[in-house]
């Protein structure tokens, strides 16, 4: 197995003017580097709701099929987040007894990780890659732009190009070059 790095669940936030996604912040266990996630309305919420109160949770269809694996099986997971397919993280929940990995999205990940209190870990080259310097009580942050998606990258470009910031839209312009080229 590659080496990794565990991660830390940080916070959940909005993207300025971009009211139906959110951002999951997980950084390093030293807090020195993080990782973001986007992830949609609907899972920013049940984030949300999970982080104010657990005893509102507690009896959710999520929670109570995670206590019965629990109360059913000797089964110990762990998730990974070992690289990028198609502008997402591709992220494997681990048996980690069978050694058996199931897929499933980022977002699903990071809640399903809170909700059972699984680790997550990034391979160290990928962190390496993807992670940028985290600023404790920061107002922004830094998205790598090769886990957006089509859509928003057209977006973030128009955007850039509004606002005069050419650098950016150089730099998005790049990425959908990139992604086109690959396809081909």
Request: one cysteine or more.
């Amino acid at each position: 197995m590659k080496s990794k790095i565990r991660l830390v669940f940080n916070n959940v936030a909005e993207i300025v003017g971009e009211e139906r996604l959110g951002l999951l912040s997980l950084t390093d266990e030293e807090q020195t580097m993080e990782l973001l996630i986007p992830c949609e309305r609907e899972i920013k919420e049940q984030l949300t709701l999970r982080l104010k109160s657990r005893t509102v949770t507690s009896t959710l269809l999520p929670e109570v099929l995670w206590q019965m694996v629990l109360a059913n099986t000797d089964a110990n997971f762990e998730i990974i987040i070992d690289d990028i397919v198609d502008s997402q993280y591709r992220v494997l929940l681990y048996n980690t007894l069978t050694l058996q990995p199931t897929k499933l999205r980022a977002s699903d990940a990071v809640l399903l990780s809170i909700i059972g209190n699984i680790p997550i870990y990034v391979e160290t080259s990928l962190m390496a890659r993807q992670a940028t310097p985290f600023k404790k009580n920061s107002m922004g942050a830094s998205l790598p732009i090769n886990v957006l998606d089509d859509k928003l990258i057209e977006e973030a470009l128009a955007k850039a190009i509004k606002h005069e910031n050419y650098e950016l839209a150089s730099r998005i312009n790049e990425e959908i070059k990139r992604r086109k080229d690959k396809l081909k």
